[in-house]
């Protein structure tokens, strides 16, 4: 009962933070911050559905399994944003750019195909803070803007949060 009712709870939470972002895409200026919060809303609706049902599906597909693909589609394409930054500079940051971005790639691309569930995503959710923190580097360096570093913490933030949430239903 008592977990049934936590469940419920944060499937509501979930409801508001959709809310939130609807809110926050509609305002949205900039195309880079609307395509941020835009591509949220799958792991959110991924994550609702695991909640209710860990075995759902959607369009005959397991939901876990969507899920799983879409963090490993959007852990790629932010390291391969780095690896297309890495191309317009030319200071020391460019080699650890080149080499970081492979070695994520090649890491999530391996543990989709051999790592369980679990392990899967324990290492997006530290793929997603560590690309966080290569941002906040490039950052701090003026290659990206203080608006869209921004967007990058809370849209990290709200989808570490359902990879947490997804973890502790299937732990």
Request: aromatic share 18%.
């Amino acid at each position: 009962m008592f977990r049934a009712l936590s469940y419920i709870t944060i499937c509501v939470i979930l409801e508001v933070i959709f809310k939130y972002v609807i809110v926050i895409l509609a305002e949205n200026k900039t195309l880079k911050n609307f395509l941020a919060y835009a591509g949220f809303i799958p792991f959110l609706y991924c994550c609702y559905l695991i909640l209710i049902n860990e075995h759902s599906t959607f369009f005959n597909l397991k939901t876990l399994h969507i899920f799983k693909a879409y963090s490993f589609a959007i852990v790629v394409f932010l390291a391969g944003s780095h690896w297309g930054l890495h191309l317009s500079i030319s200071n020391s940051l460019r080699g650890l750019l080149a080499v970081s971005s492979n070695f994520i790639v090649i890491l999530v691309w391996l543990s989709f195909l051999i790592a369980v569930d679990k392990i899967f995503l324990l290492l997006v959710f530290v793929l997603f803070f560590m690309l966080l923190l290569i941002d906040f580097y490039l950052y701090r360096l003026r290659f990206i803007d203080v608006d869209y570093f921004r967007t990058r913490c809370f849209v990290t933030a709200l989808v570490n949060l359902t990879v947490i949430l997804i973890l502790v239903k299937i732990w």
